[in-house]
């Protein structure tokens, strides 16, 4: 059974620094990735989506990961703003059925 | 270009009634998949329609049951509403199968008093 897993919880740092989200799971079968943003009482908003044979993705501040063989993904952020508040979540589409799993999010939190 | 749109957005119910919430996919969106997100969780995925047929199930009881129209839209019931069933549930579409990227609703939020 896929167990996708977020680390951390939570992270709050002040503006301007670069951080790094990790994401990992346990079942390597997956078609893609994707990483997702949700703002408090919103739906999800994607962000980037890394196909199974592509290592990486990049759009402005935004670059993820893909290590498929050691079960990892990291979303990188540069330069972070207050409006990069929000919870991030990402989510593996199984090869074997299509369905999408999720992690719990990382709920971060830029200081101005 | 009207995205994915769900209604209502707020709902209360009492235990052991029912509900149907509805869903609009993105224009020429075909695939709808349908998500429960409890509190301070990420979504689990109940089940998945592509060419009005449900195609993939996660692991909800029968309580849970769906329908995918010839317009693509599709609603989602459930009967016999349980406290736990109290959650943010979504909506996402997409073009074709398999359902990638998904385009996601701003859900519908339930709660069971």
């Known amino acids: 059974k896929q167990e996708v897993t977020q680390i951390p919880a939570a992270l709050s740092v002040p503006e301007g620094e670069n951080l790094v989200l990790n994401c990992s799971f346990t079942d390597s079968a997956i078609y893609n990735l994707q990483w997702f943003r949700q703002d408090p009482g919103k739906g999800l908003t994607s962000l980037l989506l890394i196909q199974s044979s592509q290592r990486e993705q990049t759009s402005g501040r935004l670059n993820a990961s893909l290590d498929k063989s050691s079960g990892r993904s990291t979303l990188y952020i540069a330069a972070s703003q207050p409006g990069d508040s929000a919870t991030y979540l990402c989510a593996v589409l199984m090869d074997s059925n299509y369905q999408l799993i999720w992690g719990a999010g990382t709920k971060l939190i830029i200081k101005p | 270009d009207a995205g994915v749109t769900q209604s209502p957005t707020h709902l209360i119910k009492t235990r052991g009634q029912q509900v149907t919430l509805r869903c609009s996919p993105k224009s020429g969106h075909d695939t709808v998949s349908w998500y429960q997100q409890a509190l301070g969780q990420g979504p689990q995925f109940i089940f998945q329609?592509?060419?009005?047929?449900?195609?993939q199930r996660g692991n909800f009881p029968d309580r849970f049951s769906g329908h995918q129209f010839p317009n693509y839209s599709s609603e989602l019931n459930v009967n016999a509403l349980l406290l736990g069933d109290s959650a943010l549930y979504l909506c996402?579409?997409?073009?074709?199968?398999?359902?990638?990227?998904?385009?996601f609703g701003d859900g519908t939020r339930l709660s069971i008093l």
């Open positions: 996402a579409s997409s073009l074709g199968y398999p359902p990638q990227p998904q385009h």
């Open positions: 329609y592509y060419e009005e047929e449900e195609r």
